[in-house]
Every structure is written in structure tokens, then in C-alpha cells.
């Protein structure tokens, strides 16, 4: 069965997550019920990662074997075509080897988390930022996320459903930068790492916020995170500011398509 690698965007918002879920919609049963319109019996298809119900994704990566031998753009094109209404799409598609395996060949992960600043409700982007009152302070939250970069024990930063066996990680980079927002401003959390505790992310935005708004010292993070206990971390924050924006592998599966990996939001 030849096998293809799926990259997919989606809105996370109407879904209980990637994950097929009984009785609950998620992203994984949209794709694969997209597919079983082109073949019956499509097995269950694999993820890079299992993203949270409300988070979002810009480039999740994902591959399936079908019986039937299909060139790369008709199948995303057909996939795209029954994905609707969904927000769902498939922007890219191409034929890989059985070694591929988009969870266990990735060699890197990135996330971006979006938090707004403004008294004002958000109104465009409801649904896909954090918001907060008040402007933070950006200098203290790199300070404070410079202690979580390297291999650490993340215990503190990771949920107690968490089924990784070992809590210890490296966070390759944490970049926090401040961007104009109408009435406000918008923060911007960048994290890189090969993989991710389960909420691992919005346990550490949650925390960086705290610094942010002056309840906590950059210090306070690397506290925390030597603590190695769930109940020294900040806050977690809300899913709907999350995005998956890109997965690398050794060798880029969509290379020969000419689509560039989305790394970030324009």
C-alpha cells in the first residue's frame, strides 16, 4: 500500500482535539472520514502530535496507506473537497516511504502560543488568542524563560495525565516578542523542542505570564522548575491561543512539492 504525508491546518475551536474521541468530533475522525469517501477500509491514520481540544494547527503532519495509488495533488485536492465544512484543509501531500512515520521520524516540533493585552474584547481573533488586561512585561518573561531552555526535569510543567515515561525534556528555545495589537498588544511565545510533555506549553506560557504581570520574578520560574512538583507551576493557560506551526524531519517529506513548512503566523 503506497503511503502518503499528510500537511494539515485546521481551527481548533469545534474540535475535542486530534484525537478520534467516541462521540465527540475531532480532527483525526474529519480527515479519516474524508478519506473513507475515497477508499473503504482506510486504516486509522498517525500524527506528529495530539493536539489539545481548542488548540490550532498550521502545519500537523500526519501519513496514511492507501490501496490505490494516487498522485499527491489529486488526493489532496479530493481530501480538501470532502473535508467541507470542516475547517480542515490539507495544504500539502506527498508520497513517502514505509519508513516514514510521522510521530516517530520527527525530529522536532515548534509551537507558538498568542496572547493579547487590551481592556477591549478581542473580536477577529476570538477563539484563537489568550487575552489578559493588561501589557506585560516582556524583558522579565525572557528572563524568566531563559531558566526553561536546555534538558531538564519538567515535572512541574507537565499534567499529572501525562503519559510520557520520563518527564525529563529538552526545550531547545523559548522566544518572546511583542507585537502592535489594535488597542492593546500581542505576545508571542515561540517554542522549539524534538517532543512536548502534555501541556507542557500552556503550563509554561501560564507561568511566563505570571512574570509578565509582576506576581512572579524571572527566578521564580527556575523555583518551579526545580521543585519537580505540579503544584509549584503557574496558572496553565486556555488552549485557544496554541498553535502547532511546524514538524521537521531528517529529510522533509514535502520537499518536492515546493511548499515551504509554515513556521509561523504572517
Same mark, same amino acid.
Given at each position: 500500500?503506497?503511503?502518503?504525508?499528510?500537511?494539515?491546518?485546521?481551527?481548533?475551536?469545534?474540535?475535542?482535539?486530534?484525537?478520534?474521541?467516541?462521540?465527540?468530533?475531532?480532527?483525526?475522525?474529519?480527515?479519516?472520514?474524508?478519506?473513507?469517501?475515497?477508499?473503504?477500509?482506510?486504516?486509522?491514520?498517525?500524527?506528529?502530535?495530539?493536539?489539545?481540544?481548542?488548540?490550532?494547527?498550521?502545519?500537523?503532519?500526519?501519513?496514511?496507506?492507501?490501496?490505490?495509488?494516487?498522485?499527491?495533488?489529486?488526493?489532496?485536492?479530493?481530501?480538501?473537497?470532502?473535508?467541507?465544512?470542516?475547517?480542515?484543509?490539507?495544504?500539502?501531500?506527498?508520497?513517502?516511504?514505509?519508513?516514514?512515520?510521522?510521530?516517530?521520524?520527527?525530529?522536532?516540533?515548534?509551537?507558538?502560543?498568542?496572547?493579547?493585552?487590551?481592556?477591549?474584547?478581542?473580536?477577529?481573533?476570538?477563539?484563537?488568542?489568550?487575552?489578559?488586561?493588561?501589557?506585560?512585561?516582556?524583558?522579565?518573561?525572557?528572563?524568566?524563560?531563559?531558566?526553561?531552555?536546555?534538558?531538564?526535569?519538567?515535572?512541574?510543567?507537565?499534567?499529572?495525565?501525562?503519559?510520557?515515561?520520563?518527564?525529563?525534556?529538552?526545550?531547545?528555545?523559548?522566544?518572546?516578542?511583542?507585537?502592535?495589537?489594535?488597542?492593546?498588544?500581542?505576545?508571542?511565545?515561540?517554542?522549539?523542542?524534538?517532543?512536548?510533555?502534555?501541556?507542557?506549553?500552556?503550563?509554561?506560557?501560564?507561568?511566563?505570564?505570571?512574570?509578565?504581570?509582576?506576581?512572579?520574578?524571572?527566578?521564580?520560574?527556575?523555583?518551579?522548575?526545580?521543585?519537580?512538583?505540579?503544584?509549584?507551576?503557574?496558572?496553565?493557560? !486556555?488552549?485557544?491561543?496554541?498553535?502547532?506551526?511546524?514538524?521537521?524531519?531528517?529529510?522533509?517529506?514535502?520537499?518536492?512539492?515546493?511548499? !515551504?513548512?509554515?513556521?509561523?503566523?504572517?
Amino acid at each position: 500500500m503506497p503511503r502518503y504525508a499528510l500537511r494539515i491546518e485546521y481551527d481548533g475551536v469545534p474540535f475535542a482535539g486530534w484525537q478520534r474521541q467516541a462521540g465527540q468530533p475531532s480532527v483525526q475522525e474529519a480527515v479519516e472520514t474524508a478519506l473513507s469517501k475515497l477508499e473503504p477500509d482506510v486504516p486509522s491514520i498517525a500524527a506528529a502530535g495530539r493536539t489539545d481540544a481548542g488548540v490550532h494547527a498550521m502545519a500537523q503532519v500526519a501519513h496514511c496507506d492507501l490501496a490505490k495509488d494516487w498522485d499527491p495533488f489529486r488526493l489532496s485536492e479530493a481530501l480538501n473537497w470532502h473535508l467541507k465544512p470542516a475547517p480542515v484543509a490539507i495544504t500539502a501531500c506527498a508520497r513517502v516511504s514505509h519508513e516514514f512515520h510521522a510521530r516517530f521520524s520527527a525530529v522536532e516540533r515548534r509551537y507558538l502560543f498568542r496572547l493579547v493585552a487590551r481592556r477591549a474584547p478581542v473580536t477577529h481573533d476570538r477563539g484563537r488568542v489568550w487575552q489578559v488586561l493588561n501589557r506585560l512585561d516582556v524583558a522579565a518573561m525572557r528572563a524568566g524563560a531563559e531558566y526553561l531552555v536546555g534538558r531538564h526535569d519538567f515535572t512541574t510543567f507537565r499534567s499529572v495525565m501525562c503519559q510520557s515515561n520520563s518527564p525529563v525534556k529538552t526545550l531547545d528555545d523559548i522566544t518572546v516578542t511583542e507585537h502592535a495589537y489594535p488597542g492593546g498588544a500581542e505576545y508571542r511565545f515561540a517554542l522549539r523542542a524534538r517532543s512536548f510533555l502534555h501541556n507542557q506549553v500552556r503550563s509554561i506560557v501560564g507561568t511566563l505570564e505570571r512574570v509578565g504581570a509582576g506576581s512572579w520574578s524571572p527566578i521564580d520560574v527556575k523555583t518551579a522548575l526545580d521543585a519537580h512538583d505540579r503544584a509549584a507551576c503557574g496558572p496553565v493557560c !486556555p488552549p485557544q491561543g496554541l498553535y502547532l506551526v511546524g514538524v521537521s524531519y531528517l529529510i522533509d517529506p514535502f520537499a518536492s512539492t515546493g511548499e !515551504p513548512v509554515a513556521n509561523d503566523l504572517p
